[in-house]
């Protein structure tokens, strides 16, 4: 397993910017898929984006066009930039990480997490 540590939330308006960045430890980074996931208060944790150690990337169609997340396998590295932020992006975003996910989007097949950062949006 990988420690995970996010960074980058904050309260923002809507139609502004936010680069979120989580930094992990280990020594092979390169070989784990990496995700982001958000989850709203009263709501179920849900898939933001992924990529894999291949640098796949996947999507949630509420973010396609809006999000993009990349990684520096170098500096051990995920970064999730959302532009266009909208009132419902609001919720606290958790970085993971998993070895041979595959497709999956399932927050259950992923099996280090980071603490969580608040992203606020207001409108």
């Known amino acids: 397993q990988v420690q995970l540590v996010e960074s980058g939330g904050g309260t923002v308006q809507a139609g502004d910017s936010l680069r979120l960045t989580c930094a992990a430890s280990?020594?092979?980074?390169?070989?784990?898929?990496m995700g982001w996931f958000r989850q709203a208060p009263g709501k179920e944790r849900e898939f933001v984006a992924k990529?894999?150690?291949?640098?796949?990337?996947d999507y949630a169609d509420s973010v396609k066009g809006r999000f993009t997340i990349s990684r520096d396998n170098a500096k051990n590295t995920v970064y999730l930039q959302m532009n266009s932020l909208k009132p419902e992006d609001t919720a606290v975003y958790y970085c993971?990480?998993?070895?041979?996910?595959?497709?999956?989007?399932?927050?259950?097949?992923?099996?280090?997490w980071g603490q969580g950062t608040q992203v606020t949006v207001s409108s």
């Open positions: 993971a990480s998993e070895i041979g996910t595959g497709p999956s989007r399932r927050a259950a097949d992923f099996g280090s």
């Open positions: 280990g020594r092979t980074f390169s070989l784990y898929d």
């Open positions: 990529i894999t150690w291949r640098t796949r990337t």
